[in-house]
């Protein structure tokens, strides 16, 4: 099992910028691909970026352009820019085995609120 934590969110406004981070210990060795997700309120989690051990990258459309997903040891980042009012939910990140099966439990995740 790996545990996760993320951190990093906040309020800001229309075309800002946050960067969330998220710590992962453990088992980190059985870690193929780092995600992120979101969840707004009434809304089903979504997959917003990923990112392999190899740097490889994959964004939801509705992100490209905006958000970039990296990684630094067992740290990995979403820097978020130009966000919009729908950008605003719960975002979490899991780790991945190379199998695709999940290895963490789902946390608290970090608010991202975009708002005048």
């Known amino acids: 099992q790996v545990q996760l934590v993320e951190s990093g969110g906040g309020l800001v406004q229309p075309g800002g910028s946050l960067r969330l981070s998220c710590a992962a210990s453990?088992?980190?060795?059985?870690?193929?691909?780092m995600d992120w997700y979101r969840q707004a309120p009434g809304k089903q989690r979504e997959l917003v970026a990923t990112?392999?051990?190899?740097?490889s990258t994959n964004y939801a459309d509705s992100v490209k352009g905006r958000f970039t997903i990296s990684r630094d040891n067992r740290t990995v980042y979403l820097q978020m820019n130009s966000l919009k009012p729908e950008d605003t939910a719960v975002y979490y990140c899991?780790?991945?085995?190379?199998?695709?099966?999940?290895?963490?439990?789902w946390g608290q995740g970090t608010q991202v609120t975009v708002s005048s």
């Open positions: 990112i392999t051990t190899g740097g």
């Open positions: 899991n780790a991945i085995r190379l199998t695709g099966t999940l290895l963490g439990s």
């Open positions: 453990g088992n980190i060795f059985s870690i193929y691909r």
